[in-house]
Nanobody, 121 residues
Framework: QVHLVESGGGLVQTGGSLRLSCAAS????????MAWYRHAVGKQREWVAS???????NYADSVRGRFTISRDNAKNTVHLRIFSLKEEDTGVYYC???????????????WGQGTLVTVSS
């Protein structure tokens, strides 16, 4: 079993910054991709950013330049730094990971429970 636990959400004023973290634990052999998605009220869940095991990063156009994704392979964690927060950044942010476990079936894809970010003026 592999689990993801997010942290770092909260209420922030517009223009502020925030750091979200996600820690993977369990029967992990290796993690390939880690990513962040967000789900705003009335909208579909959208991909925000991803990072591969070799630290290659990709960002949605809507967040590029304001969001920074990073990971610590030794700790199986991924972080998302958000700068210059806007009200439209409000939503539940979900962590995602895929990789190989030590038990069958080895391949896993897993989501965290989500952490709420509320941006208010």
């Amino acid at each position: 079993q592999v689990h993801l636990v997010e942290s770092g959400g909260g209420l922030v004023q517009t223009g502020g910054s925030l750091r979200l973290s996600c820690a993977a634990s369990g029967t992990i052999l290796s993690i390939d991709s880690m990513a962040w998605y967000r789900h705003a009220v009335g909208k579909q869940r959208e991909w925000v950013a991803s990072i591969e095991s070799a630290y290659t990063t990709n960002y949605a156009d809507s967040v590029r330049g304001r969001f920074t994704i990073s990971r610590d392979n030794a700790k199986n964690t991924v972080h998302l730094r958000i700068f210059s927060l806007k009200e439209e950044d409000t939503g539940v942010y979900y962590c995602y990971a895929n990789g190989s476990g030590t038990v069958q079936p080895r391949y896993f894809e897993i989501w965290g429970q989500g952490t709420l970010v509320t941006v208010s003026s």
